[in-house]
Nanobody, 124 residues
Framework: VQLQAFGGGLVHPGGSLRLSCSASGFTFDDFPMSWFRQAPGKKREGVASITSKGGSTYYAKSVRGRFTVSRDNAKSTVYLQMNGLKPEDTAVYYC??????????????????WGQGTLVTVSS
């Protein structure tokens, strides 16, 4: 199993960024996928998740209405569109494969494979 996240960078407050996570080594559309993030000095937290076929999504309260998770199963890729970015969104963002539980359970232990992370910095 390999997950590779990319698309991070420096963006001004209020700006937008789209992260991508390319997957390989497993049947992608068999698994829900999630995004997590870890800010400096803080615990990793769940951001968003999407069901295996993309029919349902779930978001943490802190990003609801600003972030959108989607997937393209033909490309084995999951995306995180981030709009209205705030300085508090600064973090390393990780994609993860969810192997147990429902998508509203953004719990690290319910994910069995992780990408390497991509840094998002929101600053003026």
């Amino acid at each position: 199993v390999q997950l590779q996240a990319f698309g991070g960078g420096l963006v001004h407050p209020g700006g937008s960024l789209r992260l991508s996570c390319s997957a390989s080594g497993f049947t992608f559309d068999d698994f829900p996928m999630s995004w997590f993030r870890q800010a400096p000095g803080k615990k990793r937290e769940g951001v968003a998740s999407i069901t295996s076929k993309g029919g349902s999504t779930y978001y943490a309260k802190s990003v609801r209405g600003r972030f959108t998770v989607s997937r393209d199963n033909a490309k084995s890729t999951v995306y995180l569109q981030m709009n209205g970015l705030k300085p508090e969104d600064t973090a390393v963002y990780y994609c993860a494969r969810k192997d147990v539980g429902s998508i509203d359970e953004l719990i690290e232990e319910m994910h069995d494979s992780w990408g390497q992370g991509t840094l998002v910095t929101v600053s003026s």
